[in-house]
């Protein structure tokens, strides 16, 4: 099948290249506009209680207030607040609301007893902005106002003015997004260039991966865009610079794979033409069945209950796809259509495998001692998976999200510092009759049942009236904890409250626990529904397609088991990283979904591509200790070469500035070393030559193949493979 796609491709070159031009440009420029979204809620499915409140809440208290924005009021010099500051302060709000500033609905001022600080040195203005436009560019817009129009207001005080909250967040997030997806796409670039160069000893070949990454990147835009549009999937800001990388990275990889197949094709003796097609037809089953697996990874996140991820899988998948695909056809055509000599110059001795390559040794060396090589490899991931087991996730995405010094932040860090941030943000626990198609409540359960909130450990303090809803039926009960709501201590506050709300509500009437700790809560309920079915989902999937590649029953479980242990280890290193040699609290709840996405998905190319070499080299006749040699020769230096740019490109994300993206930056950096340098040149060869044919059974693996090839094509003498 591939030697025929490789044999269309060369003949038809050109029509290839005009294809993709053409179809790339049509897919973007009539793709809908996609806007990200930054509320957590959203994310959610309706049955879970903190969404479930919020439609009550919306129901029920349309116009009840809910600062989208916090207006943080200290001095320049850090003394107490004194009568002249308070003055200030009001003209400032009173300036601010005769501005008029557009979603802005009311501004609030500090009130001495709730907004204030208790050592007196800041207060807290509130800020309402429409709900239904506070995912909107409008919202951050006002943010922008807000913060500029309210310092200019403030010049010439002894105030010091700052503006956090949601929307606050939602504009630095926006500005910190922006700036990481041109740092991450710079970097990932340069490394691309040079490492790919200096391999292969050509300027051409390394711009070669980054100028085909073009055309899918744009392609696959278009796509995701249709596909998000088609079926109302959210989109996440984190996506985009993930996609990048995706596409630059797994584009990259592919392009080795095929490369360093073309210029072995050529050493043997292939004219141009031929090399490029029997190299399609030699690596195309192993790009295929790469992004296949891929893929399939990628798209079971479908099964997530978790919006952020059933639009990241999808979009990921597509991304994939595109990209597979055009390493199958476009670069292969690029490469029909232009001369050997330009791609790889000006290096001279490319025809020229180097005496004694380094990869030629560590060849020699796992097949002189496989169980020795196994033991070792095997072993330092089995550490590495126990350090896992020390895994703590957290869910304070704003504070990870952004470069500590950006404002919202520094607004968040006060009021954490001086114990307001539970005030800032509190719960809402509602008690209604609505649900249950009852009555209107009994005021004097209520006094009752808000005493019992209190008793809640976690809990600082219940708003002594409950504000009921117009029809009586029902009623909000404010309730303030004593920590950050997106702290884990909160989060578990939070279950100890709808513990005791629930069993607490009078006969015929229903307790819901909402507000942001109790999103969060449900976001953990969901992340463990997703551990239990898409993780085991996926493992079968790829068991299936390893299988069906490698015609094989065994080879693809202890494939996965590599896989599965280089996850574990992946989660433990990066635990040890940031837990016990570093200073953070925990981890981001949603590291293990992208150490999934990366070092189970991606990680099974390598492990894919140097298994299919294995089967080839034990087709070729070679005894199972002398194709791990002979594999390790030929394959190493790809999978080195792909997981050392794609290690690095991940790395990137340490420009970024912020803890979330360095935490995924180290996970998913190390993930592809273990993946690349231990599972696929170590660990899965070693193990393969210990089993000898009992890796290939029930198939044929070993059995020597002399299929077809392509005319043009000779076979290599063994002092010229490469």
Do not use: C
């Not at 989109?235 to 072995?264: C, H, K, N, Q, W």
């Not at 919006?307 to 796809?321: D, R, Y």
């Not at 350090?387 to 990870?400: N, R």
């Not at 909160?490 to 409250?497: G, H, M, R, S």
Request: proline share 5%; charged share 20%.
């Amino acid at each position: 099948m591939f030697h025929r796609l490789g044999h269309f491709v060369v003949k038809r070159a050109w029509w290839v290249i005009i294809a993709w031009v053409i179809g790339s440009i049509a897919l973007i420029a009539t793709a809908p506009k996609i806007s990200a979204s930054t509320d957590e809620s959203e994310f959610l499915p309706k049955h879970y209680e903190s969404i479930r409140a919020a439609v009550v809440q919306q129901d029920k208290f349309p116009a009840e207030f809910s600062p989208s924005a916090l207006l943080l009021f200290e001095r320049k010099d850090g003394a107490v607040l004194t009568d002249a500051d308070k003055a200030d302060m009001a003209k400032v709000v009173k300036g601010l609301t005769d501005k008029h500033i557009p979603l802005v609905e009311q501004i609030i001022p500090p009130v001495e007893g709730k907004t204030f600080s208790p050592d007196g040195q800041y207060a807290l203005g509130m800020v309402s902005i429409d709900k239904t436009k506070i995912q909107t560019d409008d919202a951050t817009k006002a943010a922008k106002d807000l913060r500029e129009e309210g310092k200019a207001l403030a010049n010439g005080t002894a105030l010091k003015y700052q503006v956090g909250g949601p929307v606050a967040m939602g504009l630095d997030q926006k500005e910190s997004s922006s700036a990481t997806d041109a740092i991450t796409m710079f970097a990932t670039i340069v490394l691309i260039v040079v490492i790919v160069g200096v391999i292969f000893r050509g300027i051409l070949v390394g711009w070669l991966p980054v100028l085909l990454s073009l055309f899918p990147m744009i392609a696959a835009s278009g796509l995701i865009a249709f596909v998000t549009k088609a079926f109302d999937l959210k989109s996440s800001p984190i996506a985009s610079a993930i996609d990048i990388v995706v596409i630059l990275g797994v584009g990259t990889d592919y392009f080795l794979f095929l490369m360093f197949r073309y210029r072995e094709r050529l050493r043997a003796g292939d004219d141009r033409k031929a090399a490029v097609a029997n190299g399609v037809g030699r690596v195309g089953e192993a790009i295929a069945s790469a992004a296949g697996a891929v893929t399939v990874a990628f798209a079971v996140l479908l099964l997530s209950e978790l919006g952020m991820f059933t639009a990241l899988g999808p979009a990921l998948a597509i991304s994939v796809i595109v990209t597979a695909l055009a390493s199958l056809t476009l670069t292969p055509a690029l490469l029909a259509v232009t001369s050997s000599k330009a791609v790889f110059w000006p290096g001279r001795k490319w025809m020229q495998e180097p005496e004694g390559a380094r990869f030629h040794k560590l060849g020699k060396a796992v097949s002189r001692r496989p169980g020795l090589v196994a033991l070792i490899s095997g072993g330092l991931l089995v550490v590495l998976s126990l350090a896992g087991l020390g895994y703590q996730g957290t869910f304070d995405m704003a504070k990870s999200m952004m470069p500590k010094d950006k404002e919202s932040m520094v607004v968040l860090d006060t009021l954490s510092k001086k114990g307001g941030e539970g005030a800032a943000d509190p719960t809402h626990v509602f008690l209604t009759t609505g649900t249950k198609g009852g009555g209107k409540l009994d005021p004097a359960a209520l006094d009752g049942f808000g005493a019992k909130l209190g008793q809640v450990p976690g809990v600082a303090a219940v708003q002594p009236e409950p504000k009921l809803s117009e029809d009586g039926t029902t009623a909000d009960f404010v309730v303030v904890l004593k920590d950050s709501a997106a702290s884990n201590a909160a989060i578990d506050t939070v279950t100890k409250l709808r513990s005791a709300a629930h069993p607490a509500a009078p006969v015929g009437s229903e307790a819901l626990v909402g507000g942001t700790s109790s999103v969060y809560k449900d976001i953990n309920l969901a992340m463990a529904h997703d551990y239990k079915l898409v993780f085991p989902v996926a493992g079968v999937l790829i068991l299936l397609i390893l299988g069906l590649q490698l015609r094989s029953v065994v080879a693809p479980w202890y494939l996965m088991a590599s896989v599965g242990l280089g996850f574990a280890a992946t989660l433990g290193a990066t635990t040890v990283a940031f837990l016990k040699l570093g200073s953070e609290s925990g981890l981001m709840f949603m590291l293990p979904i992208f150490i999934y996405l990366f070092v189970v998905a991606i990680g099974t190319d390598y492990n894919i591509l140097i298994i299919a070499r294995l089967r080839e080299e034990a087709r070729e006749g070679r005894n199972p200790r002398e194709a791990a040699k002979e594999a390790i020769r030929h394959a190493g230096p790809t999978v080195a070469a792909a997981g050392f740019i794609l290690a690095a490109s991940f790395a990137t994300f340490m420009l970024a500035g912020n803890v979330l993206f360095a935490e995924l930056a180290f996970a998913l950096a190390i993930g592809i070393v273990l993946a690349a340098f231990v599972m696929a040149m170590f660990f899965t060869p070693a193990i393969t030559a210990l089993l000898g044919k009992k890796a290939w059974w029930p198939g044929h693996g070993a059995m020597p193949d002399h299929g077809p090839e392509l005319v043009g094509e000779r076979e290599p003498q063994p002092a010229g493979r490469a």
